[in-house]
């Protein structure tokens, strides 16, 4: 536990509690700010009247750590939007004011989906009201107008809406993903209801789009192809949105997705060129202090034009004070650095804590600090190459022995050959990225030979034929893993007490190890155990029917799909890891079912339901069937109707009415999600 006698690392983690303890508990922002005060000022009395002691005393550890978890409060609550006094959601209430005009700036370019181009913009003002505040954009695809760019001011009259949560089980929530952005609401228009008031460039996203689109367009004129450039604006401009699925998910399963997302890896090899390239600086008076001056200009420029992103800032932010303390020859402890980082950008960008790639980042980083000098003495090879070879290889190991729990938790995946397609790419990366910033630059001054930019294409070319070779060894890929949190806490517990170990073998230390393992086993008891629950789910699924019975870890799913859609069904797949089901059985649809001494009655298009002394508990309305409700719930007297997605909107508008006249309760899967009724 020496670690925790640095002061920064301590600070850090009491930040970090803070913020997880006000984004899970609320708390009322009346006296946060007053009691963060009160704690500082008695922190410096403190340290004023114990100025001279050498040891502090315990009164000064406590009040720096409540000073500290305190003011994590205090900034979770400050960038809460939602509390500013602009902001959109304190000036109207959207389900029962009239929006009638919505005025915004395109504040960033998204993936598109399938019907829809997709936009994060900045709301400046509502109706006549001036008001803050980010909003999604989904503007239906046609094939007349062209996508929008950064800084592109518009007007809108559709009404804001309320984002779309889950709708089946342990599916990925996206509402809650984009309220961590500060993204609470969304807009469905069409090109034709927008009015394009402004396409001038105003902020510092609009110039760093303006320079990526003029570096896409001379990069063009070249003929890379569509993956290539879609790799160049992935690997060194930060944008991802033009990578295919099928090129996305060959590095996902190859175990090389982090080479798409620009993160320390990639800044880490920038820092090392720029250090080579500004070195003659140093022979200057004063040559030092502008070339570290030069090189954070340099990074933190190239982080506005990747976008600003979390990955990107992160990293430079890291690689920033590694870079000041490298060229001031200031040695300094690894951890020590990953704490400042770690601190300035919770202390800016708090819900940076909840984003996967800022947890997956710092955990790879001191994996490799703490697990590599392990692993790397298990073998000294003397010939330089294999060395070389060697020292990626357990860098590799280490970062994945890292993240591994937290990737499973969130990806449900392991890359088995993950270490050759690591061994292979990451010794040709810096080539790569030197070259594409070379490539880049010359593009830019019409300088740019053709015969240049054709070996380049054909080095990304070459990288993404070998990273889709090795994700088709598909025997080396564990899919749909599941993994929960409580598995992820244990898992660590667990590596950080055999950590403990190895460093030092003694009894305390074996016992500890033991006990970690003893609560990591009887975590997987408990999932299994839990996991064995019974349940009969209604689905939602738009335009069809899907009902599951899970009997213990066995799931029979009887639904009107063909077999090849319920196969790649995300909805089945999701339930699957999320309950660890083992065996998957495929049924047609039937009229009753029997679940724990409770009964479901399904009416399809046909109608029928008139069964003799039979009162069911629930009712399943399929595929609109042509009945009068009023009558049907007079004959059945049900304790709930449940409408599914294969039904149309205008008759579920008028089952609606009619339950609520006679005070059945109604649940509509589109809105409420997938019905499930639990073993008692």
Known sequence: MKLLNFAIIKITLYLILGILFAHYFKISSDYVLSTTLVFLISLFTILYVEKKHLVKSIAFGVFTALTFITIGILTYQTHDQKKFKHHYTQHFNLSKDTVQSLSFRIREVLKSGVNHDKYIVDIFKINTKNVVGKTLLNIKKDSVSSSYKVDDILIATTPLQDLNGPLNPNEFDYKAYLKRQYVYHQIFTENNQLLLIQSNVHTIFGYAAQLRN???FQLKSYHFKPDELALI???????????SDDIYNSYSKAGVIHILAVSGLHVGIILLL????????EYLKRGKTIKIILIVIVLWGFAIVAGLSASVTRAVTMFSIVAIGMNLKRSSNIFNTLAISMFFLLLFKPLFLFDVGFQMSYLAVIAIVVFQPFLVKLWSPKFWPIKKLWQIFTVTMAAQLGVMPISLFYFHQFPGLFFVSNLVIIPFLGIILGMGILIIIMALLNILPFWLADLYGGMI??????????SLQEQFVFTDIPFSILQVLTSYLLLITLLFLIKKQNFKRLSIAMLSLLVFQSVLIFEKIKNQQDALIVFHKSRFSV?????NTFLTV??????TAIADDYSIINYKIGNAITQIKEDSL???????NKTLLVIDSLGFYQIPEFNPDYILLRNSPQINLMRLLEYTKPQLI???GSNYKRYLQRWETTCLEQKIPFHLTSRAGAFVLKEE
């Open 274 to 281: 720029l250090n080579s390239v500004f070195k003659p600086l």
């Open 558 to 563: 009887a639904h009107n799909l063909d077999s």
């Open 233 to 243: 604006n992935a690997l060194l401009l930060g944008q991802r949105q033009d990578i």
């Open 642 to 644: 449940i409408a599914d």
């Open 214 to 216: 003029r570096i896409n």
């Open 461 to 470: 070319s070459l990288m993404n034929s070998f990273v889709r070779w090795v």
């Open 590 to 596: 039937e009229n009753i079912y029997l679940f724990q």
């Open 547 to 551: 009902i599951g019975i899970k009997n």
